[in-house]
């Protein structure tokens, strides 16, 4: 199982960023994909999940109308569209596969940084 993030970087408040995981290795269209995050001096948390079809998404709260995830299994990828960023955001992200909406299966990205900062 190989998932790759790209997509971080520094980008003020206010503004965008799109990540992406590219996964390989498994039956991506049978698994749940999400994404985590994890803050400075804070535990990952979960930011979006959607269904293997893609018919069921789940938001954290702190996200919910700013943030798109979104999935290609023809391609084997999931996005994650952060709009109207703020410095809360600032973490590292994770794309992670699993069974579930809600707890993360076991296999992990090695994460990619975002900084909202001005």
């Known amino acids: 199982v190989q998932l790759v993030e790209s997509g971080g970087g520094l980008v003020q408040p206010g503004g965008s960023l799109r990540l992406s995981c590219a996964a390989s290795?498994?039956?991506?269209?049978?698994?749940?994909m999400s994404w985590h995050r994890q803050g400075p001096g804070k535990g990952r948390e979960l930011v979006a999940a959607?269904?293997?079809?893609?018919?069921?998404?789940n938001y954290a709260d702190s996200v919910k109308g700013r943030f798109t995830i979104s999935r290609d299994n023809a391609k084997n990828t999931v996005t994650l569209q952060m709009n109207s960023l703020k410095p809360e955001d600032t973490a590292v992200y994770y794309c992670?596969?699993?069974?579930?909406?809600?707890?993360?299966?076991?296999?992990w990205g090695q994460g990619t940084q975002v900084t909202v900062s001005s």
């Open positions: 959607i269904s293997s079809a893609g018919g069921r998404r």
């Open positions: 992670n596969a699993g069974l579930s909406l809600v707890v993360p299966g076991a296999h």
């Open positions: 290795g498994f039956t991506f269209s049978s698994y749940v």
